[in-house]
């Protein structure tokens, strides 16, 4: 298990004062990060090898978002490498050692130069010491867009989207996303499934489905073919 130390700042938080989900998410991202660098394994080593870890998928459960100035712990283990895939747990626990947030997530490795999956490589499989699989609830991979839906003002990909894969970063599409819930929707759970990357210039057309306790978005092309798809769940009253 890799952890490092944090306060939440207020950059991070929202109009409450409370951590947002866009930057839990990445408190997790820079939780992963920090462990692939440290262990040799990081954009550098990456870059050599010309090979790139695209997210597929997040299940991301919130048990309270943080206050302003709280101080908490992130962590994160690998738990599986199988073929060019990789699974990875995220946590978030305050000053009590309770977690606030846990995540499952699905990781697809591929090639930069034929942008084809490719096997995890030996000194990737030695160096991620694999642990056992955080205990919460699993849910699938795949989301369901249900039927119809409204389609929603596009967005145009700018270059504050991108990160160094020089593609729309996973938290991105989040917080785009994030945009067309209803006023209030408290946010408990997020799924998201990525389907394709997304690229400067790329344009997001929205399409939001479903009410009550769920709201679907899918970012789409032109075409109607989701570069997401992400659930919101809100709390169960």
């Not at 952890?3 to 109009?15: H, N, P, Q």
């Not at 990445?26 to 954009?43: A, H, K």
């Amino acid at each position: 298990m890799y952890t490092f130390e944090g306060r939440i700042r207020y950059s991070e938080t929202d109009s409450e004062g409370k951590l947002t989900m866009a930057s839990l998410i990445n408190y997790f991202q820079d939780c992963s990060t920090f462990q692939s660098e440290d262990l040799g394994l990081g954009v550098a080593c990456l870059k050599e090898m010309h090979l790139v870890w695209v997210l597929s998928a997040w299940q991301i459960v919130v048990e309270r978002y943080p206050a302003l100035c709280e101080r908490v712990v992130t962590g994160t283990q690998p738990y599986g490498l199988k073929g060019f895939l990789g699974y990875r747990n995220f946590f978030m626990k305050d000053e009590k050692g309770e977690y606030v947030a846990k995540a499952n997530s699905l990781w697809s490795l591929l090639d930069t130069e034929t942008g084809r999956p490719s096997s995890v490589p030996q000194n990737m499989i030695e160096g991620y010491r694999l642990g056992e699989k955080l205990e919460m609830d699993y849910a699938p991979r795949k989301i369901v867009l249900p039927p119809g839906g409204d389609l929603r003002e596009p967005v145009v990909v700018k270059a504050h989207h991108l990160d160094t894969n020089h593609h729309v970063n996973n938290q991105q599409f989040i917080d785009i996303a994030m945009d067309y819930l209803p006023e209030g929707f408290p946010v408990r759970q997020v799924r998201a499934e990525y389907r394709k990357q997304a690229f400067l210039g790329d344009v997001l057309v929205p399409r939001v489905a479903g009410e009550g306790t769920a709201v679907c978005v899918s970012l789409e092309d032109s075409e109607g073919m989701p570069y997401v798809v992400a659930e919101f769940t809100r709390p169960e009253r």
